[in-house]
């Protein structure tokens, strides 16, 4: 199958260029798009979780994926890298029009996603690299790391009366959890937060 792939970034763009240029190609090429994939979201967004993501699962070896050019896939050279190995390791050919990108099945595509593969594993190993220096920095500097003490939303904040009733009534918290559906530990959490005397009521 031809896949035409679009995507702009905001409601106020049009995908209609994208879909032109596109069809033009086809039209210089005798090419015919079986199925046309069209979202509007942030490039930044992860790839894998956007409508690519689901088309690039379900296509098969030798199907086409067609776009305006490589910065409709992401908007980091990270991310373009992820998608064309991903497209590359799967046989599925990737073309753009702007650039002129052709990866399909042969030796210099298969060399690509060999420098592909290699190119983002270095970046992966550069990005954990980086955050394990920024957050070692940063407890050297003395900053408590993570949430603060008691930011995080409990699941339970809805049920807080019926907690406290429940607790008043000399239920266990093995009890109340049952009945709220949650875990002992989540309750546990809850109850810690509010401190002893809430707990008490």
């Known amino acids: ?22 069809k033009r190609f086809c039209a210089t090429q005798g090419l015919r798009v079986d199925k046309w994939i069209e979202e509007t979201v942030s490039g930044t967004k992860p790839w ?39 497209c590359l390791q799967r046989d599925i050919r990737v073309w753009t029009i702007k650039d002129n990108y052709r990866l399909g099945d042969d030796i210099p595509s298969k060399v690509l ?6 190119s983002a594993e270095i970046e992966r190993n550069l990005i954990s690299q980086r955050t394990r220096e920024a957050l070692a920095r940063r407890r050297a500097e003395g900053c408590r790391l993570g949430r603060p ?14 907690v406290h009733r429940l607790l008043a009534q000399g239920l266990s918290r093995a009890r ?26």
Not at 177 to 201: K, M, P, Y
């Open 176 to 201: 109340i959890a049952r009945r709220l559906h949650v875990s002992v530990e989540t309750l546990r959490r809850f109850l810690a937060q509010r401190g002893a005397d809430w707990e008490i009521g």
């Open 48 to 86: 894998a979780r956007r409508r690519l993501g689901k088309l690039l699962r379900h296509a098969h070896g030798g199907d086409l994926l067609l776009c305006s050019e490589l910065s409709r896939l992401g908007r980091s050279l990270f991310m373009i890298l992820e998608v064309l190995n991903h």
């Open 149 to 162: 003490l008691g930011s995080r939303s409990s699941s339970l904040t809805p049920h807080a009366e019926t």
């Open 113 to 118: 996603a060999f420098a592909l593969g290699i």
């Open 1 to 22: 199958m031809t896949y035409g792939y679009i995507r702009v970034s905001t409601d106020k763009q049009t995908v209609e260029n994208q879909r032109f240029e596109i």
